[in-house]
Structures are given as structure tokens and as C-alpha cells.
């Protein structure tokens, strides 16, 4: 096998961290979850009903 050479140890190094950036990439992009969607601005109205109770 050609990549098992010691000398291109470090090519297959570099290599393998290209592919893995790029794999960070994509998942990053393709990733529906978009939690500034999902973000609560405050308390809600339950808790303001039991605030003003008291």
C-alpha cells in the first residue's frame, strides 16, 4: 500500500485533517438546528402570573 510508507505519514496526517475540516464543514452547514430559533427572551407568563399573586 502506497500510504503506508513511512514517509507519507505526515501526507496522510494532513490529509486525513483536510478530510475532517471539510466533514465540520458540511455537518455545519447541513445541520437544521438553529438554536437562536429556539431562544427564550425572558420568563413567560406563567411565572408572571405567579409573580403578580404574591
Do not use: D, T
Not at 10 to 35: F, G, H, M, T
Request: include cysteine.
Amino acid at each position: 500500500m502506497l500510504l503506508a510508507h513511512p514517509s507519507l505519514r505526515p501526507l496522510r496526517r494532513r490529509l486525513y485533517a483536510i478530510i475532517a475540516s471539510c466533514q465540520k464543514l458540511i455537518e455545519s452547514v447541513c445541520n437544521p438546528y438553529r438554536p437562536e430559533l429556539h431562544y427564550m427572551r425572558g420568563r413567560g407568563p406563567k411565572w408572571r402570573a405567579k409573580q403578580r399573586a404574591f
